[in-house]
């Protein structure tokens, strides 16, 4: 098949279009005139609607001249060649416009072998650069159909516990990735709330050929990283992360991505999701987050998510506990302080004070010296939430301290300072939270029957829509949608146990207006369909 070429012929002599027009349609027969104009505005305004792959530009033209035509034609269409004629004492004007990257020139009078063998070149060049474009969409869609294979490649390495580490390489290399450090994400699919009695792992792994592309689609969409194949009810995910110094705030950017991809596969899922992250690390290390991954996985229970770094170890073996993790349980402590509720603050501290009277050779110096640590970085966080000495007390802490002789009284002073500090730290933060947080509730649970949006709660509790969906999900656990359903489902459930209304009845009664999408939801949600429910 012989390429054709669309040129356009812009002079503002009709002597020169014409003689350009019999010379090209003597010598070239991939080559079609598509339009001769008289000045530079014709030129741009005939290029909106043909797009020539080459145009002959005169520079010297009423109006707009040639060179102005150049700038603005090639801001939209870079593809497209010029070649200039100019007169001879017009040569500094056509230097000028070789500089603004147009193919040749031509000389006035113009002779028909210095026309053709421009052309020829011209075209040769559009030529090359056609085949070199259709290689690499060819090649793209080699890769496109590559990439699964070197995915799957490098996440069975990974779970086969082989050396991951060539196949990781070649990937990078592949894709030009420069980052070094990732996490695991595990998603799991299956029946039931509960995720210790979920239901139908098997077939959950025969409905993933359906559903694992788009889910695939979600995650890609948010993230550089590496999918691979469902196996089973799983897919494991490795997620590339940028050097970090907080591994807070890398915690709370890999729990929102997982919320995302919780939401958006929830949307097409008939099923329920859990999720297990890891903590981040160098790539050459991300075994241990992939092994954190599953962990976490095995240890939800209410929630749908949950990342290593939330969960509290309670058995430790004494020689795997290092000053290193003493000083991660530390801070993790402190964050806990500002974040958590009472009772898991007081879990991670009894957590903590069992594995340090569980480690080998800690001298009873020692511990002093990590609870007064400890004790320094609670006096910090409660200068960083500018708690005063009237408030806090904190002047006679390390006195009070000194005065203790046991480790259980030194335990039971610790955890009572730091619960009444985080006391207070979150009641300040959360003194007006709190009060917009329960009249939305209360309003939910008044008008639950009611098409409501996140908008519409947001008017009625005066405040932006973001800010009142991040402290509702703070603070109720739950997003705003989830708690709409949670309260619908809990009325349809007990509305179930009567036994005195229908399917349908229910599925009206609580706000719904599709009796099928009622039953497919109470299913996803509660694990059994509406009529198998007890």
């Known amino acids: 098949m012989i390429s054709m070429y669309k040129l356009m012929i812009a002079d503002d002599e009709q002597i020169v279009l014409d003689g350009i027009q019999f010379m090209i349609e003597d010598t070239f027969t991939d080559i079609e005139i598509v339009a001769m104009v008289h000045s530079g505005r014709e030129a741009i305004e005939a290029?909106?609607?043909?797009v020539p792959d080459i145009i002959f530009m005169d520079i010297k033209m009423p109006g707009i001249n040639g060179i102005e035509a150049i700038e603005t034609i090639k801001k939209r269409y870079q593809d497209t060649k010029f070649i200039i004629i100019s007169a001879y004492e017009q040569f500094e004007y056509a230097k000028q416009a070789v500089e603004l990257g147009v193919s040749d020139y031509i000389l006035k009078p113009i002779h028909p072998r210095q026309l053709a063998d421009?052309?020829?070149?011209v075209t040769d060049e559009i030529k090359k650069e056609r085949a070199q474009k259709f290689n690499e969409i060819r090649n793209k869609e080699k890769l496109q159909k590559i990439i699964p294979i070197l995915e799957q490649g490098f996440i069975y390495s990974l779970l086969l516990n082989t050396d991951y580490?060539?196949?990781?390489?070649?990937y990078q290399e592949l894709f030009e990735i420069k980052k070094e450090y990732g996490y695991i994400m595990v998603l799991e699919f299956g029946e039931g709330e509960d995720y210790k009695k979920i239901r139908n792992k098997i077939g959950m792994g025969v409905k993933g050929y359906t559903f694992y592309p788009k889910v695939q689609n979600v995650i890609k969409y948010k993230c550089k990283c590496i999918i691979g194949p469902m196996i089973i009810n799983r897919m494991t995910v490795l997620i590339y992360e940028d050097t970090y110094e907080k591994e807070y705030e890398q915690r709370l950017r890999a729990m929102t991505l997982a919320e995302h991809i919780y939401e958006k596969t929830f949307e097409f899922m008939d099923s329920s999701i859990y999720i297990g992250i890891g903590s981040c690390c160098p790539l050459n290390k991300i075994k241990n987050s992939m092994e954190e991954a599953l962990h976490a996985l095995n240890r939800i229970t209410s929630e749908k998510i949950l990342h290593i770094n939330d969960i509290s170890e309670l058995k430790v073996k004494e020689s795997d506990y290092t000053y290193i993790d003493i000083k991660e349980d530390q801070t993790r402590i402190i964050q806990l302080i500002e974040t958590a509720d009472e009772e898991s603050l007081k879990q991670a501290l009894n957590v903590f004070f069992h594995k340090l009277e569980k480690k080998i050779g800690l001298t009873i110096m020692?511990?002093?010296?990590?609870?007064?640590?400890?004790?320094v970085m609670v006096l910090s966080c409660s200068y960083r939430n500018k708690l005063d000495e009237e408030e806090a007390g904190y002047s006679t802490y390390f006195s009070e301290l000194k005065r203790l002789d046991s480790l259980v009284e030194i335990q039971n002073w610790c955890i009572r300072k730091i619960v009444y500090i985080a006391q207070i730290v979150q009641s300040k933060k959360h003194q007006h939270v709190s009060k917009v947080v329960l009249q939305a509730k209360n309003y939910i649970d008044k008008h639950y029957k009611q098409e409501m949006s996140l908008i519409d709660i947001s008017k009625e509790v005066s405040i932006s829509p973001q800010y009142f969906s991040k402290i509702f999900k703070e603070e109720i656990g739950l997003s705003f949608v989830e708690y709409v359903r949670k309260i619908r489902m809990d009325i349809?459930?007990?509305?179930?146990?009567?036994?005195?209304?229908?399917?349908?009845?229910?599925?009206?009664?609580?706000?719904?207006?599709?009796?099928?999408?009622?039953?497919?939801l109470f299913k996803k949600l509660v694990g059994v369909s509406p009529t198998d429910f007890k």
């Open 492 to 520: 349809a459930k007990e509305m179930l146990r009567t036994k005195r209304y229908s399917v349908k009845e229910i599925c009206y009664e609580i706000g719904y207006h599709d009796p099928n999408y009622f039953s497919r």
């Open 165 to 170: 580490g060539e196949e990781l390489q070649n």
């Open 47 to 50: 290029c909106q609607a043909i």
């Open 118 to 121: 421009v052309l020829r070149k």
């Open 366 to 375: 020692d511990m002093n010296n990590i609870i007064t640590e400890l004790m």
